[in-house]
């Protein structure tokens, strides 16, 4: 399995940006995804998930600011990222559930 990440980049503060995960997997449209992000000095963290039927789950953090998606047509996990904050700052990871793996990270980094 791969994972490409895409999308991310430098905005400002109120921003928005939109990351997208291709997956290489055949059973793509099986799989639960999620994204998770790594601030500087700070822990990985649950950003949202999403199931293979398309149910989404949002962290406090970014819940009514984020939006997951996916194209089961395109094997692509999206994550869309409104009124970006500073602390939103992070290393952005995809995630893989069946089978469990993970892509490489997209900056986003969010200028106050």
């Known amino acids: 399995v791969q994972l490409q990440a895409s999308g991310g980049g430098l905005v400002q503060a109120g921003g928005s940006l939109r990351v997208s995960c291709v997956a290489s997997?055949?059973?793509?449209?099986?799989?639960?995804m999620a994204w998770y992000r790594q601030a500087p000095g700070k822990q990985r963290e649950l950003v949202a998930t999403i199931t293979f039927d398309g149910t989404p789950n949002y962290s406090d953090a970014v819940k009514g600011r984020f939006t997951i998606s996916r194209d089961d047509a395109k094997n692509t996990a999206f994550l869309q990222m409104n009124s970006l904050k500073p602390e939103d700052t992070a290393v952005y990871y995809c995630?893989?559930?069946?089978?469990?793996?993970w892509g490489q990270g997209t900056q986003v980094t969010v200028s106050s």
């Open positions: 997997t055949r059973i793509f449209s099986l799989s639960g």
């Open positions: 995630y893989c559930a069946t089978p469990p793996y």
